[in-house]
């Protein structure tokens, strides 16, 4: 299973970027996927999530501003962002996560740096 995640790059603050995470086998239909971020310094905090059925949901920081998404022909996940602040710069890390029973598969891409300057 690989999973990578990819777009980052430097951005003014007001701007906007879209990541994107492709991942490969046949995780992607049944698992949520995950969009992770890590500051410097800083615990790792999810950012959003699309699930297996559909749906989506948010931190509340960013609510408003990043929308998820998956395209699922593609095995790909999406997070646009918008209206980019400083405080979200981090490492962006992609995670497809499922629960089989009581047993956890969770599966990590490599990071991607976004950087938001003021």
């Known amino acids: 299973v690989q999973l990578q995640a990819y777009g980052g790059g430097l951005v003014q603050a007001g701007g906007s970027l879209r990541l994107s995470c492709a991942a490969s086998?046949?995780?992607?239909?049944?698992?949520?996927m995950y969009w992770y971020r890590q500051a410097p310094g800083q615990q790792r905090d999810m950012v959003a999530v699309s699930t297996s059925g559909g749906s989506t949901n948010y931190a509340d920081s960013v609510k408003g501003r990043f929308t998820t998404s998956r395209d699922n022909a593609k095995s790909t996940v999406y997070l646009q962002m918008n209206s980019l602040k400083p405080e979200d710069t981090a490492v962006y890390y992609c995670n497809a996560f499922r629960m089989s029973g009581v047993r956890p598969y969770s599966y990590w891409g490599q990071g991607t740096l976004v950087t938001v300057s003021s």
């Open positions: 086998g046949s995780i992607f239909r049944d698992h949520h």
